[in-house]
T-cell receptor
Framework: DTGVSQNPRHKITKRGQNVTFRCDPISEHNRLYWYRQTLGQGPEFLTYFQNEAQLEKSRLLSDRFSAERPKGSFSTLEIQRTEQGDSAMYLC????????????FGSGTRLTVV | AQSVTQLDSQVPVFEEAPVELRCNYSSSVSVYLFWYVQYPNQGLQLLLKYLSGSTLVKGINGFEAEFNKSQTSFHLRKPSVHISDTAEYFCAVSDPTGGGNKLTFGTGTQLKVEL
């Protein structure tokens, strides 16, 4: 068990560019979640997968955001045409079956849009 | 819809003193409750959770929390804090009956332990 891995740790991009983040969950965890955390706030739910199926998306996830989890393993979160308001920490978490088992979070990807 | 309120944004405390971090939640259904800790530039780590049963739950690092249904609270306590407890603490709620069990977090409480 190597934990939840997120890459990159930091990303600085210019406004209007596209960025992609990767999350590798714990291998036996079938649920994977993406959250966004801005300064001084708690994490906010973006979307979650059960295996390869994306089952729910928050209204925070505009059409510029897309997430995938091919084959139910790693997941990617892409942001197109980044805006300064996208600057945040993007957290990935995984769990077995449901949150009652407790999430394991990755260390996050900090995005700065300049 | 569920919500979590952490009224204290910052709590300063001296080392070896007791501490209580307050959390109130709002939900129309039964809930799962959690406390997570976040150290600088790191992800969140689960401290403890309440699913059902005993209202007093014990977690890692000497922390405990008590579920109070009538007051819709889930306050976190530690009888004697250490410098290493300095971190951000988040209370979270989840609906066990549906919605993918996603967590709704509070805005966090920064615990600062001083010598």
């Amino acid at each position: 068990d190597t934990g939840v891995s997120q890459n990159p740790r930091h990303k600085i991009t210019k406004r209007g560019q596209n960025v992609t983040f990767r999350c590798d969950p714990i291998s036996e965890h079938n649920r994977l979640y993406w959250y966004r955390q801005t300064l001084g706030q708690g994490p906010e739910f973006l979307t979650y997968f059960q295996n390869e199926a994306q089952l729910e998306k928050s209204r925070l996830l505009s059409d510029r955001f897309s997430a995938e989890r091919p084959k139910g393993s790693f997941s990617t979160l892409e942001i197109q045409r980044t805006e300064q308001g996208d600057s945040a920490m993007y957290l990935c978490a995984s769990t077995v079956r449901n949150a009652g088992y407790g999430y394991t979070f990755g260390s996050g990807t900090r995005l700065t849009v300049v | 819809a569920q919500s979590v309120t952490q009224l204290d944004s910052q709590v300063p405390v001296f080392e070896e003193a007791p501490v209580e971090l307050r959390c109130n939640y709002s939900s129309s259904v039964s809930v799962y409750l959690f406390w997570y800790v976040q150290y600088p530039n790191q992800g969140l780590q689960l401290l403890l959770k309440y699913l059902s049963g005993s209202t007093l739950v014990k977690g890692i690092n000497g922390f405990e929390a008590e579920f109070n249904k009538s007051q819709t609270s889930f306050h976190l306590r530690k009888p004697s804090v250490h410098i290493s407890d300095t971190a951000e603490y988040f209370c979270a709620v989840s609906d066990p009956t549906g919605g993918g069990n996603k967590l709704t977090f509070g805005t966090g409480t920064q615990l600062k332990v001083e010598l």
